[in-house]
């Protein structure tokens, strides 16, 4: 029987979402075995089925009753796609500190130990993987890869080499700060930066392997996704709580770009020209409607932000504190 963990070592959950990997399952959590056994602290592996058709399912749960009661599996009702799947791992998880990472294995977890040891040596909040050697298809995943991470790391000022890679280590009472919906989990680094501060994020340069078993879920489709989503991402990063200084400052604009126009028309007016059937007094109406409009939005979402705030369903801040120690049982023990 194994002895009680010291009550300062920290637990760890590894999240892993799987759909359609029934090849991968035995050598997946045999790999998990292997880079985790001899880790100093108390381990869990949670693989999140995300409706799988293939008889994944089936397979999860042999391994899970061969191996131990620290592998626990969790059954999605039908395919909710990759961040749902995750962030029911997520809220499942009891550790300290949450691993992610995808069940293809092309992300190794011999490096957990190494992301989670830097994660509490440098006491940070997230640190992500970085593909470096990435063994990928060149035009279809690694160009339009890194166009993404540019364009991401610019526009929501969390620098990071590789947004994409799955492989990340987190501070639980950090990650609980925040909810992922959509397919958001490639901004979960910038999501990150919404509740602590950029500094406590971390990349380290990971190992990454080509596909062996099953086919990949992406394609050259969701960058168009990832365009819609960014776009959400940075409104959300700089107004979430102040949605009315976005919304009010185009209103402004608008009308006072409205006001000119029908200023201009009425001293023409009084010069005695003729501005009734002028385009420009249609324009001009028009952008003062839309101002209005966007004002009426901005006020309406202002009420909409402190109604969630104040009815205890989010925060605007989140204070750092130690996070409660997990259940005894069920643990991966050193």
Same mark, same amino acid.
């Given at each position: 029987m194994n002895a009680p963990a010291p009550l300062n070592l920290p637990t760890v959950s590894v999240?892993?979402?799987?759909?359609?990997?029934?090849?991968?399952?035995?050598?997946?959590?045999q790999r998990f075995e292997e880079a985790l056994g001899s880790a100093p602290w108390p381990w869990e592996l949670l693989l999140v089925d995300d409706g799988s058709t293939d008889g994944t399912t089936a397979r999860l749960r042999e391994v899970a009753r061969q191996t131990g009661d620290h592998i626990r599996v969790i059954e999605l009702a039908r395919n909710f796609k990759q961040t749902a799947a995750m962030q029911a791992g997520i809220d499942a998880a009891r550790g300290d500190v949450i691993v992610t990472l995808d069940g293809d294995l092309q992300n190794d977890p011999l490096d957990i130990p190494l992301l989670v040891e830097r994660l509490l040596r440098e006491d940070l909040d997230l640190?992500?993987?970085?593909?470096?050697?990435?063994?990928?298809g060149f035009w279809l995943r690694k160009v339009p890869s890194r166009i993404a991470?540019?364009?991401?790391?610019?526009?929501?000022?969390?620098?990071?080499?590789?947004?994409?890679?799955?492989?990340?280590?987190?501070?639980?009472?950090?990650?609980?700060?925040?909810?992922?919906?959509?397919?958001?989990?490639?901004?979960?680094?910038?999501?990150?930066?919404?509740?602590?501060?950029?500094?406590?994020?971390?990349?380290?340069?990971?190992?990454?392997?080509?596909?062996i078993h099953g086919e990949s879920k992406y394609g050259i489709s969701r960058t168009?996704?990832?365009?819609?989503?960014?776009?959400?991402?940075?409104?959300?990063?700089?107004?979430?709580?102040?949605?009315?200084?976005? %919304?009010? *400052?185009?209103?402004? !604009?608008?009308?006072? @770009?409205?006001?000119? +126009? #029908?200023?201009?028309?009425? /001293?023409?007016? &009084?010069?005695?020209?003729?501005?009734?059937?002028?385009?420009?007094?249609?324009?001009? %109406?028009? *952008?003062?409607?839309? !101002?209005?409009?966007? @004002?009426?939005?901005? +006020? #309406?979402?202002?009420?909409? /932000?402190?109604? &969630?705030?104040?009815?205890?369903?989010?925060?605007?801040?989140?204070?750092?504190?130690?996070?409660?120690?997990?259940?005894e049982a069920g643990w991966r023990r050193p």
């Open positions: 999240v892993v979402p799987m759909y359609n990997e029934i090849d991968n399952v035995a050598p997946l959590v640190v992500a993987g970085w593909r470096k050697d990435r063994k990928d991470n540019r364009l991401i790391a610019r526009l929501t000022g969390v620098r990071l080499n590789d947004y994409g890679c799955s492989l990340k280590a987190f501070r639980a009472s950090c990650l609980r700060q925040i909810r992922l919906y959509g397919e958001m989990h490639r901004f979960i680094p910038a999501w990150i930066a919404t509740v602590t501060h950029k500094d406590r994020i971390a990349e380290q340069a990971v190992r990454h392997h080509p596909r168009f996704r990832v365009i819609l989503d960014l776009l959400f991402m940075y409104f959300i990063m700089r107004f979430r709580a102040r949605p009315g200084h976005f %919304f009010g *400052l185009i209103g402004l !604009g608008l009308m006072a @770009l409205g006001s000119l +126009i #029908l200023g201009y028309l009425f /001293v023409l007016k &009084l010069m005695g020209e003729s501005i009734g059937s002028r385009p420009l007094l249609t324009l001009g %109406f028009f *952008l003062m409607v839309a !101002g209005v409009q966007m @004002l009426s939005t901005g +006020i #309406l979402a202002e009420v909409l /932000v402190r109604v &969630l705030f104040e009815s205890g369903g989010a925060q605007s801040y989140w204070v750092r504190d130690h996070a409660e120690r997990a259940p």
